[in-house]
T-cell receptor, first 113, second 114 residues
Framework: DSGVTQTPKHLITATGQRVTLRCSPR?????VYWYQQSLDQGLQFLIQ???????AKGNILERFSAQQFPDLHSELNLSSLELGDSALYFC????????????FGEGSWLTVV | GQQLNQSPQSMFIQEGEDVSMNCTSS?????WLWYKQDPGEGPVLLIA?????ELTSNGRLTAQFGITRKDSFLNISASIPSDVGIYFC??????????????FGKGTHLIIQP
């Protein structure tokens, strides 16, 4: 158990819809990262938040957005979903308490039909 | 964007054999990490390397951070059935006072034949 909790574990939705994925980081970790894993693209960094503020952006589409709340949990919002958005979405966290090691959650499986 | 070239893409080995995989990059990284991912799970950190030239072991696993900061290898000795999975290398840079997101290789599928 990495200590990073993600919900939901599985989600099936239709094209054009919007979903929200939720992440609770390890206790005390201030940094949260979101990654997308697909068969063709592998693991891709999407975005990072640190203590509520956006820190770095990777290959995140404009249809996607994220935020980190005062209690440090984070949400990834995916809108106008397309078939190609079907993937495994991981949240990861790190911080001083984690020795700056990045720990991953178990992921949220998103299937767009 | 940055890319990590990880090889081999897959390995079919016999139990007890040693395994070696590596990653190269055109970019310099401050940290190299090796993760293992089992089906339905998130990547789990195996070894983290922080200094160029560093050689680190974790049980039967040994990894090295290349002198040029552009490559790393992972060795697994005396493989056992539970070593089956996908192994990822990852590079990390630091900017703006913090760690950037990880850049991952495509993974090495390790399959152990009975």
């Amino acid at each position: 158990d990495s200590g990073v909790t993600q919900t939901p574990k599985h989600l099936i939705t239709a094209t054009g819809q919007r979903v929200t994925l939720r992440c609770s980081p390890r206790s005390g970790d201030l940094s949260v990262y979101w990654y997308q894993q697909s068969l063709d693209q592998g693991l891709q960094f999407l975005i990072q938040y640190y203590n509520g503020e956006e820190r770095a952006k990777g290959n995140i589409l404009e249809r996607f957005s994220a935020q980190q709340f005062p209690d440090l949990h984070s949400e990834l919002n995916l809108s106008s979903l397309e078939l190609g958005d079907s993937a495994l979405y991981f949240c990861a966290s790190t911080g001083i308490n984690s020795g700056n090691t990045i720990y991953f959650g178990e992921g949220s499986w998103l299937t767009v039909v | 964007g940055q890319q990590l070239n990880q090889s081999p893409q897959s390995m079919f080995i016999q139990e007890g054999e040693d395994v070696s995989m590596n990653c190269t990059s055109s970019s310099i990284f401050n940290t190299w990490l090796w993760y293992k991912q089992d089906p339905g799970e998130g990547p789990v950190l195996l070894i983290a390397l922080y200094k160029a030239g560093e050689l680190t072991s974790n049980g039967r696993l040994t990894a090295q951070f290349g002198i040029t900061r552009k490559d790393s290898f992972l060795n697994i000795s005396a493989s056992i059935p539970s070593d089956v999975g996908i192994y990822f290398c990852a590079g990390q840079q630091y900017s703006g006072g913090g760690a950037d997101g990880l850049t991952f290789g495509k993974g090495t599928h390790l399959i152990i034949q009975p």
